[in-house]
T-cell receptor, first 110, second 114 residues
């Protein structure tokens, strides 16, 4: 099976930066995804990494190290609307399905 | 971007009845769709892979006779929860893949069995 770990909860202040770590042990690797999910809603796509390095997209950045089985999602200039669950997911070769971590609930405080 | 539509968004049914949930890819053809279940404060758990024109592939521990999946066309997959019980109450989400890097999710269906 696939093992994907991320912290359960994180709290940060509005305007600050938060880094959500994700470690994975999977039977192969064909990409890592980050999704944002607000309560009662479907996940929305944030980022995709398949090569090592940092991908920046506005206030959100995602980093991948395949040799370490490690990724992080960096949220900058936090806003109240960023309070949500952030899901790390891995795709393995020859398979379209995603294996999800348990999700990290981020709470942004004023 | 690609749109996946899921219907209904909420449904309440009586114990013992069946409920059908539809997942449509609106602007692309999806040979493969996925059905997930999510309990409160938990992550998405893959239930099954829906393959157009063939039988669905179920994950270990998912009862195929209880969760019937039909993928009759390239734009529609349906999940039917048969003989629903209160423990089946959950958030069900579908996703569709068109061979790109991103999976597109439906809006989700909140099922409550009373």
């Amino acid at each position: 099976g696939q093992n994907i770990d991320q912290p359960t909860e994180m709290t940060a202040t509005e305007g600050a930066i938060v880094q959500i770590n994700c470690t994975y042990q999977t039977s192969g690797f064909n990409g890592l995804f980050w999704y944002q999910q607000h309560a009662g809603e479907a996940p929305t796509f944030l980022s995709y990494n398949v090569l090592d390095g940092l991908e920046e997209k506005g206030r959100f950045s995602s980093f991948l190290s395949r040799s370490k089985g490690y990724s992080y999602l960096l949220l900058k200039e936090l806003q109240m609307k960023d309070s949500a669950s952030y899901l790390c997911a891995v795709r393995v070769p020859n398979d379209y399905k995603l294996s999800f971590g348990a999700g990290t609930t981020v709470t942004v405080r004023a | 971007g690609a749109v996946v539509s899921q219907h209904p968004s909420r449904v309440i049914c009586k114990s013992g009845t069946s409920v059908k949930i539809e997942c449509r890819s609106l602007d692309f053809q999806a040979t493969t769709m996925f059905w997930y279940r999510q309990f409160p404060k938990q992550s998405l758990m893959l239930m099954a892979t829906s393959n157009e024109g063939s039988k669905a592939t179920y994950e270990q521990g998912v009862e195929k006779d209880k969760f019937l999946i039909n993928h009759a066309s390239l734009t529609l997959s349906t999940l039917t929860v048969t003989s629903a019980h209160p423990e089946d109450s959950s958030f069900y989400i579908c996703s569709a893949d068109r061979g790109t890097t991103e999976a597109f999710f439906g809006q989700g269906t909140r099922l409550t069995v009373v």
